[in-house]
């Protein structure tokens, strides 16, 4: 696991943005994390709301964002199919 202070900053950053765009802002991001995954969710319609949250912004590091999320769904055992992931 990289330790670096900014790849983490990068990750607790695109996982907020991420829970707030489904929670919304106060909640405690390890709280929204837990909450999350203890939900039954339809986690491909966030991911496109997320997606389409950070085209609106013009981020530039929309790839880094999808990415953290990514790796926390897959980390956490939820699978989306293939076909999503292109």
């Known amino acids: 696991m990289c330790k670096e202070p900014s790849t983490v900053r990068a990750y607790r950053s695109a996982l907020r943005s991420f829970f707030d765009l489904i929670y919304g802002v106060g ?20 991911l496109i709301k997320f997606l389409n949250s950070m ?18 769904l897959q980390k956490n055992g939820i699978e989306l199919s293939q076909f999503f992931w292109r």
């Open 27 to 46: 909640e405690v991001l390890h709280d929204k994390s837990e909450r999350y995954l203890t939900e039954k969710r339809n986690y491909e319609e966030y």
């Open 55 to 72: 085209a609106d912004q013009r981020l530039r590091s929309d790839a880094v964002y999808f990415s953290v999320i990514e790796a926390f």
